[in-house]
């Protein structure tokens, strides 16, 4: 099967599956493929890591990207090709993106005030989309953060691209709190996708100055990322080529660097297909898994309703029969017979039904709200109920990477959203199972 056969199979799943995932409040992290769509790579870093220059570097024909010491962009920029160059700035970025870009709108206008489309006649964005973004910086005390979801956003635009940039600068090799935030949330999952940078390795002074860098940069990054190895990272520089052996530097492993970045993305188009998977895959098993444990919770409070409205049934019967007894007693009335006796006789049995249903229905409320919290508060149980003998595998890391990336947002839809799922709900979800079996090429 080709590319594009494989991209209209996976974005028909999406459609089949939209109305599912919004009944259980899941948000698919590519909610749409473009099919036939052009790969993307996205680049991240500090603030005067290089990015841009590095763009206009790749893009040649003169400067696409503004450059400085100072940060010139305060936000994201999508470059693809077009005949006819223009700029596209604000929410009607969106209508010029890939479908797969309509993700964005969930962060709101905040985010779309930040957004901007170039759109450029030169070669290399015939195979590929580029994405620069701001640069990572820490704020003053007291100023005040970005005003969108800036890590939510990376995440989005990471899950969106097939290859990610991460630039640092000998100045600052990842020193920010905002690259220990990208690295530890909004990039977990992506290191197969991720390629980190040592940017301006021409500014180096000798080999000890290098050293020292490199050494900060390896130990930062321990700390932030999960992986027992560190990735691989590449020492890079923009402008001239700096000939082999340029006293008192040897630029032979920088060249051989750059030559390898240059490879990556004059190859990326080989990645998009399996990006597509990777995707889809990680989406369709999240919904498996929230629809597992929802499905659960649901089934316990329906059950836990059903006690509660057959204790309530049997408590009214005996009430209104109570009632019916004394009050024929009390008035001498035959109640099988017409009379005023036994018309006020029924009436307060009635009446004493009526109020116990009442009373049991204030009381379904509130024993609705008590289980759900508790049920809220169980999901963890829950999900090792229901992946019990998975979770005993010693290669489970996956199945809870994915647990723990949901399990706020379950424990919330368990805690506040309407439960009334049918009682098919599993055979939905079988059927997602059975998409997520179909989706390998």
């Not at 000890?208 to 940069?217: M, V």
């Amino acid at each position: 099967m080709d590319t594009v056969e494989y991209e209209k199979r996976v974005a028909k799943l999406y459609r089949r599956f939209a109305p599912v995932a919004r009944r259980y409040h899941y948000t698919f992290s590519r909610p749409s493929v473009t099919v036939g769509g052009t790969p993307g790579i996205l680049f991240l870093g500090n603030h005067s890591s290089g990015k841009s220059s590095l763009v206009n570097e790749l893009l040649g024909g003169g400067a696409v990207q503004d450059t400085g010491v100072a940060p010139t962009d305060d936000g994201f920029t999508v470059l693809m090709y077009g005949d006819v160059e223009r700029d596209v700035c604000g929410p009607a970025a969106l209508e010029v993106l890939p479908e797969e870009f309509r993700a964005l709108e969930a962060f709101g206008p905040a985010l779309l005030q930040h957004l901007r489309v170039k759109v450029r006649n030169r070669e290399l964005l015939r195979g590929v989309n580029l994405v620069d973004s701001p640069g990572m910086i820490d704020a003053a005390e007291g100023a005040s953060a970005r005003d969108y979801d800036f890590a939510g956003v990376v995440r989005r635009l990471a899950e969106i691209c097939d290859l990610v940039f991460f630039l640092f600068d000998p100045e600052k090799p990842g020193t920010t709190g905002e690259t220990v935030n990208v690295f530890a949330q909004s990039l977990r999952g992506m290191e197969f996708k991720l390629r980190v940078l040592l940017n301006k390795c021409d500014t180096f002074k000798d080999p000890s100055d290098f050293a020292r860098a490199y050494g900060t940069l390896c130990w930062n990054l321990s700390r932030v990322l999960r992986t027992k190895d560190l990735p691989k990272i590449l020492t890079t520089y923009s402008g001239e080529v700096h000939p082999a052996a340029l006293e008192p530097f040897d630029y032979a492993d920088f060249n051989r660097h750059r030559m390898e970045f240059r490879a990556m993305v004059q190859e990326v188009g080989a990645r998009r297909a399996d990006n597509v998977y990777a995707a889809a895959h990680a989406d369709f098993t999240g919904l498996s898994i929230r629809m597992r444990v929802v499905n659960l919770a649901a089934r316990r409070l329906c059950l836990q309703r059903m006690r509660i409205l057959a204790l309530a049934a049997a408590a009214t019967l005996v009430v209104g029969a109570a009632a019916l007894l004394v009050t024929g007693n009390v008035l001498k009335a035959d109640v099988t017979a017409f009379s005023w006796q036994s018309v006020l006789a029924w009436s307060a049995a009635v009446g004493g039904m009526a109020g116990m249903g009442f009373l049991s229905y204030l009381c379904d409320g509130l024993v609705v709200r008590l289980q759900r919290e508790r049920l809220a508060e169980r999901v963890d149980a829950l999900f090792g109920e229901i992946y019990r003998m998975e979770m005993a595998i010693a290669q489970a890391d996956d199945l809870r990477q994915r647990w723990n990336d949901q399990r706020a947002e379950t424990a919330e839809v368990v805690r506040s959203a309407p439960l009334n799922l049918p009682w098919f709900g599993e055979r939905r979800r079988a059927a997602v199972d059975a998409a997520v079996a179909g989706l390998k090429m």
